[in-house]
Nanobody, 120 residues
Framework: QVQLVESGGGLVQAGGSLRLSCVAS????????MGWFRQAPGKEREFVAA??????RYADSVKDRFTISRDNAKSTVYLQMNSLKPEDTAVYYC???????????????WGQGTQVTVSA
């Protein structure tokens, strides 16, 4: 049974930083692309970043501010978020995909999410 558990969210002021973690179990972690998505109230879940051995991909809105990384030995993917803005406020989810993609429908096994709130 695949399980993804996110952590690291919280309340931060604009311009601040947070690091999210997602620990995976029940899968051959290094074989999958791992992605971060976010969903703000009343909005669709949107792509943030993804990483596979082939490389990384970012949404334009977070490029140069967020960094995705992974530790295959720990089956963990991270999202370092710097220069946070109020518009980054959302629930952040991690998920897996058998291939590199920025499409929501390519990913599965969603975690429960972690709330990130950025105050102005």
């Amino acid at each position: 049974q695949v399980q993804l558990v996110e952590s690291g969210g919280g309340l931060v002021q604009a311009g601040g930083s947070l690091r999210l973690s997602c620990v995976a179990s029940g899968l051959s972690f290094s074989s999958y692309a791992m992605g971060w998505f976010r969903q703000a109230p009343g909005k669709e879940r949107e792509f943030v970043a993804a990483m596979m051995y082939t490389g990384t991909r970012y949404a334009d809105s977070v490029k140069d501010r967020f960094t995705i990384s992974r530790d295959n030995a720990k089956s963990t993917v991270y999202l370092q978020m710097n220069s946070l803005k109020p518009e980054d406020t959302a629930v952040y989810y991690c998920a897996r995909s058998p291939y590199m993609s920025d499409r929501r429908d390519a990913f599965s096994s969603w975690g429960q999410g972690t709330q990130v709130t950025v105050s102005a």
